[in-house]
């Protein structure tokens, strides 16, 4: 008889097991213990940024019931694994013994089908009510419009006589409610402010909107949550959230000079560099910026004329660094104005020289 | 030499490739004169002549390169007319190492062909993922710039999903599924060969996308228009390997249909089928359906990229969300693609290792059924953020929980059968159990990300990060260690090193929960995924990720160290250590190249440990078999 034939023929009847038994009240209890701990650990750990907006309340109360809900979950599943490993485990001499030949049960089979569908209902219903009620229209809600492009965010504050205000920062007022209109320039892009909570993509071809109400004084950080190509990890910006008087002098001021293209900053050369989003991918000493995600431009500037460094703001294809691909946006020339492309020339040329 | 090219094999495919590469050539030159197009120019060639060349070269040459390896002879014979010699089994079995490099038909063999090429392309794919955490190691810039950043973490994804999970899953499931259900081969055994070999082409093509002027593709593995139709050339490498890889699935898994629903064993019917023959027929249902949408999506991004089409250019009236329905539309199936035929493996597992009839067996072929159905109705739970229509979202949350309630079923299915059950430790089972923890673990982010308010949250941070990688490494990659620590002695003949198998679960298991769980933290704190430089305040739990990340990396080592040591010179494996009743384990290890000297004949369940004197086949026909069945062989249907 070789292994084969034996393997055909199973055990006759089943020795009891008395070490292995398992105690449904100690494991119970065990179990209990174990998901008020993780559901204490759960609720303790700081898990989020600093709440800034109306809509952060909800969603990170949402999240509490989510733990609360999951924990007991994990915690059964690896209780019920950790008890059959320590209590049915094969002892010694028990090599060639078989488990009880259990098959189902319908009723057992029944109740965890319907309790988990039950509890996802649940939930589902909750996040429902949740949403509808972080994403609600309300009254004397003011508009901006953000308009993603590689690697860098504009915003557009409505003015006067319907002329847009456009920015380099975003400043919010506090406690008023705040719709984003997100429109993308080249690719995808996703406008988040996670203090904020809430996060959509700017999609190239469609409006996408958005509502928050920011409800706590102070700077937050703006993420491109979305993958948009070499500069994505770069793509900051920064949500000031102001008192509303502040806000509206800040405007005034942002309105005051030729407003686009230029930004918010003044006409100088630096200025004009650091708030047209140049030094999201380029290093450039003088301006103190060291992105490394375009050339280095106090190397690749160093023997380049005033000329040069015109044509290659206006048309960037037209001379491509080596190792990187063409990729910087054709449209500086346009967005800066004849003035704008002659001043940031002449400040690159004058940095670089030398360098 | 001449006659060495003249055969079929790997030198008339390298003479072929190279021909190959020169008529594509040829065809863009003629093209662009008769279009009067410069090709040459300051005696080289232009770039846009070069890129051209390429482009056309990487959909063309593979194909060139299969016929000199010899992977359509018997065909172009048949279609020529020509005595096509059904009977001739020559490209059959492997007698030296020699023979898994040439076309084979028998599925044993390409079962180890599958095998060992995934985890080839594993280890590379897991060597891009240690640059990528070296990279993130601290905040700033440390050794590449960010063009090569997301060169690597694309690659990484990429290889892992279509040259890894997906095939290795395709590669255990071709050794084990005919001999599981008492087949002599694959329906298709020359298609199966082609299957294999289209494999290679998308890996190498994946990773030579490093030499691409202007790098690899660096979209991410979800490869968004329209950042992907604007890419460098290097996104081409990513778009043409994804056909091949797709090809290369839908072949099997059709092969897999026809093997399953065709060649069963007299006896076996579907409710006798070990449930890794159900899971691997549920995998082939959703590859057959869904894998074609990722082919059309990739399709429609090399028209836009290199014949200026418009499906996706917003400034022409392309849609450019209709990329990201069509992809997911794949791609959430896709996630099914790398868990069902692991859920299988699992069912195996435990129920031998813990010597007891799986429970509630049809309810657990029935849940996976529910999977396939359910995994078509959850895609645009990837796109809650992506600016789509906004009454979608609700129903969409609704299906992505429910889908939660088979899966469930599954686990809880697992746990009864692990209760009261005799249960041995060893390498196999050990993963096996971590799989049913972590994925658990898995599962449970999933539900907090259907819900549309945290979704919109936490979308494109680490905490997606860290999900899927508890769902594709802690699920499908400890089912896949389970899977080979199991059927090792029967692919090699060898038993492997226990001690070793264990040490390296657990080294495993403690690495993989430092690098992946603290990353659940960063996401909801506010790191966003994708990115090759972070605020400074996430230094610290980024510095301890990457190294308990090289823990993880370095303790594959260890199971490449058990895998080739014990093939070469293990102690000789029984024909069934385990004491398993499915029919893999009743013929010697390894196998006969035909599988079973006669056509064995099923009695019974493939589960009925502890059922006294039950069998689950016997290794004779059916009319002879007939008289010997045993009094309990019938419990299935009646226990049930």
């Known amino acids: 008889m070789g292994l084969e034939e034996r393997s055909l023929a199973q055990t006759g009847p089943r020795p009891e097991r008395p070490h292995a038994h398992a105690d449904w009240k100690q494991m119970l209890g065990i179990g209990i213990v174990a998901s008020i701990l993780g559901i204490a650990a759960g609720l303790l750990i700081d898990w989020f940024p600093v709440?800034?907006?109306?809509?952060?309340?909800?969603?990170?109360?949402?999240?509490?019931?989510?733990?609360?809900?999951?924990?007991?979950?994990?915690?059964?599943?690896?209780?019920?694994?950790?008890?059959?490993?320590?209590?049915?485990?094969?002892?010694?001499?028990?090599?060639?013994?078989?488990?009880?030949?259990?098959?189902?049960?319908?009723?057992?089979?029944?109740?965890?089908?319907?309790?988990?569908?039950?509890?996802?209902?649940?939930?589902?219903?909750?996040a429902f009510i949740v949403l509808t009620d972080?994403?609600?229209?309300?009254?004397?809600?003011?508009?901006?419009?953000?308009?993603?492009?590689?690697?860098?965010?504009t915003f557009y504050y409505p003015g006067e006589d319907g002329k847009e205000i456009a920015t380099r920062e975003l400043h919010l007022p506090i406690n008023r409610p705040i719709k984003f209109t997100l429109q993308a320039k080249d690719v995808l892009h996703d406008f988040w402010i996670p203090a904020f909570r809430m996060k959509k993509d700017a999609v190239p071809g469609l409006d996408v909107t958005y509502r928050v109400t920011p409800n706590r004084l102070g700077e937050y950080p703006i993420v491109c949550a979305e993958l948009c190509g070499l500069g994505h990890a770069t793509m900051r910006a920064k949500a000031v959230v102001t008192s509303e008087a502040e806000f509206t002098s800040w405007l005034q001021e942002a309105?005051?000079?030729?407003?686009?293209?230029?930004?918010?900053?003044?006409?100088?050369?630096?200025?004009?560099?650091?708030?047209?989003?140049?030094?999201?991918?380029?290093?450039?000493?003088?301006?103190?910026?060291?992105?490394?995600?375009?050339p280095n431009l106090d190397k690749v500037l160093a023997d380049k004329d005033e000329a040069f460094i015109k044509t290659s703001i206006e048309d960037p294809s037209a001379e491509i660094a080596d190792g990187y691909s063409d990729t910087m946006p054709k449209d500086y020339g346009q967005r800066l104005g004849e003035d704008g492309v002659d001043a940031l020339a002449k400040y690159l040329s004058e940095v670089t020289k030398g360098g | 030499m001449?006659?060495?090219?003249?055969?079929?094999?790997?030198?008339?495919?390298?003479?072929?490739?190279?021909?190959?590469?020169?008529?594509?050539?040829?065809?863009?030159?003629?093209?662009?004169?008769?279009?009067?197009?410069?090709?040459?120019?300051?005696?080289?060639?232009?770039?846009k002549g070069q890129n051209a060349i390429l482009l056309l070269s990487l959909l063309i040459a593979p194909l060139w390169f299969l016929i000199g390896l010899g992977a359509f002879d018997y065909w172009f014979y048949w279609a020529a007319g020509k005595k096509e010699r059904a009977e001739d089994h020559s490209g059959h079995g492997a007698t030296s190492w020699k023979d898994y490099f040439r076309v084979n038909t028998d599925h044993k063999v390409i079962g180890i062909q599958y095998v060992v090429t995934s985890f080839f392309f594993m280890l590379i794919g897991g060597l891009?993922?240690?640059?990528?955490?070296?990279?993130?190691?601290?905040?700033?810039?440390?050794?590449?710039?960010?063009?090569?950043?997301?060169?690597?973490?694309?690659?990484?994804?990429?290889?892992?999903?279509?040259?890894?999970?997906?095939?290795?899953?395709?590669?255990?499931?071709n050794y084990v599924l005919p001999l599981m259900i008492g087949a002599p081969d694959m329906a298709f055994p020359r298609l199966n060969a082609l299957s294999f070999w289209m494999l290679p082409i998308a890996g190498i093509m994946m990773t030579a996308s490093f030499l691409a002027p202007g790098g690899s593709f660096s979209t991410g593995w979800t490869a968004y228009a329209p950042l992907s139709t604007s890419a460098p050339l290097g996104q081409m490498f990513f778009t043409i390997g994804v056909q091949f890889a797709g090809a290369s699935s839908i072949a099997t898994a059709l092969n897999f249909l026809v093997t399953i629903i065709t060649m069963r064993a007299p006896?076996?019917?579907?409710?006798?089928?070990?449930?890794?023959?159900?899971?691997?027929?549920?995998?082939?249902?959703?590859?057959?359906?869904?894998?074609?949408?990722?082919?059309?999506?990739?399709?429609?991004?090399?028209?836009?990229?290199?014949?200026?089409?418009?499906?996706?250019?917003?400034?022409?009236?392309?849609?450019?969300?209709?990329?990201?329905?069509?992809?997911?539309?794949?791609?959430?199936?896709?996630?099914?693609?790398?868990?069902?035929?692991?859920?299988g493996i699992i069912s195996e597992i435990l129920s031998v290792k813990s010597r007891k009839p799986i429970f509630g067996y049809r309810m657990m072929a029935f849940s996976l059924l529910a999977i396939v159905l359910l995994g078509f109705t959850v895609w645009a739970h990837h796109m809650f953020v992506s600016g789509m229509q906004d009454w979608i979202r609700i129903p969409m949350m609704v299906t992505t929980a429910i889908i939660a309630v088979p899966t469930g079923i599954k686990i809880f299915s697992w746990l009864a059968t692990l209760w009261k059950g005799v249960l041995h430790l060893d390498t196999p089972m050990l993963w096996a159990l971590g799989f049913l923890t972590m994925f658990t673990l898995g599962g449970i982010s999933g539900v907090i990300l259907a819900m549309v308010p945290m979704d919109i949250y936490v979308s494109d941070t680490y905490f997606i990060v860290a999900h899927i990688h508890y769902v594709l490494y802690g699920g499908s990659l400890f089912t896949i260690y389970a899977g080979v620590y199991y059927w090792f002695p029967k692919m090699t003949g060898r038993m492997f090193d226990e001690r070793l198998g264990k040490a390296h679960f657990w080294l495993t298991f403690v690495s993989f929960n430092a690098t992946f769980g603290p990353m659940h933290l960063v996401g909801v704190k506010g790191m966003p995924r994708r990115v090759a430089d972070y605020a400074e305040e996430f230094?610290?739990?980024?510095?301890?990720?990457?190294?308990?990340?090289?823990?993880?990396?370095?303790?594959?080592?260890?199971?490449?160290y058990n895998m080739v040591s014990s093939w070469r010179g293990g102690p000789r494996a029984s024909a069934n250590p385990w004491r398993a009743l499915t029919l893999e384990w009743q013929v010697t290890s390894p196998p006969p190249t035909f599988n079973f000297d006669r056509i064995p004949t099923v009695v019974g369940g493939p589960y009925e440990y502890g059922v006294p004197g039950h069998v689950h086949g016997i290794l004779e026909p059916a009319e002879e078999a007939r008289p010997k069945q045993a009094a309990g062989a019938s419990s299935a249907e009646e226990g049930v």
Request: one cysteine or more; charged letters at 10%.
């Open chain 1, 134 to 153: 972080v994403e609600k229209a309300q009254a004397n809600t003011m508009e901006v419009r953000v308009v993603g492009e590689q690697f860098a965010w």
């Open chain 2, 2 to 47: 001449t006659a060495r090219l003249r055969a079929p094999g790997l030198p008339r495919a390298g003479l072929f490739l190279v021909l190959g590469t020169l008529f594509c050539a040829a065809i863009i030159i003629a093209a662009r004169e008769a279009y009067g197009f410069e090709t040459f120019a300051d005696g080289g060639i232009t770039a």
């Open chain 2, 539 to 560: 230094a610290g739990w980024n510095l301890f990720i990457s190294l308990s990340s090289f823990v993880l990396g370095l303790s594959t080592l260890i199971f490449i």
């Open chain 1, 51 to 126: 709440a800034a907006s109306e809509e952060a309340k909800p969603i990170d109360t949402l999240w509490d019931v989510l733990i609360i809900a999951s924990v007991p979950v994990f915690v059964g599943v690896s209780v019920v694994v950790v008890f059959s490993v320590i209590k049915f485990r094969m002892r010694p001499g028990e090599e060639e013994l078989d488990g009880p030949p259990i098959h189902g049960n319908t009723r057992l089979e029944v109740v965890w089908t319907a309790i988990p569908a039950i509890l996802l209902v649940g939930l589902c219903t909750y």
């Open chain 1, 255 to 294: 309105a005051k000079p030729p407003a686009p293209p230029a930004g918010g900053g003044g006409n100088s050369g630096k200025a004009l560099f650091t708030s047209n989003g140049c030094s999201g991918c380029h290093t450039l000493a003088d301006a103190g910026s060291n992105a490394t995600v375009g």
């Open chain 2, 128 to 173: 891009l993922a240690m640059l990528v955490r070296a990279e993130l190691a601290a905040p700033g810039s440390q050794f590449v710039d960010p063009n090569v950043f997301n060169g690597l973490f694309s690659v990484h994804a990429s290889l892992m999903i279509f040259l890894f999970i997906i095939p290795v899953f395709a590669g255990l499931a």
């Open chain 2, 267 to 343: 006896g076996m019917s579907f409710w006798r089928m070990p449930l890794l023959v159900w899971a691997n027929f549920s995998t082939s249902l959703l590859v057959v359906i869904a894998t074609p949408f990722v082919a059309a999506s990739q399709f429609f991004v090399l028209f836009d990229y290199a014949l200026g089409f418009n499906f996706f250019r917003p400034e022409k009236d392309g849609d450019v969300l209709m990329y990201q329905h069509v992809f997911w539309f794949y791609s959430h199936p896709a996630v099914y693609i790398m868990m069902l035929p692991g859920f």
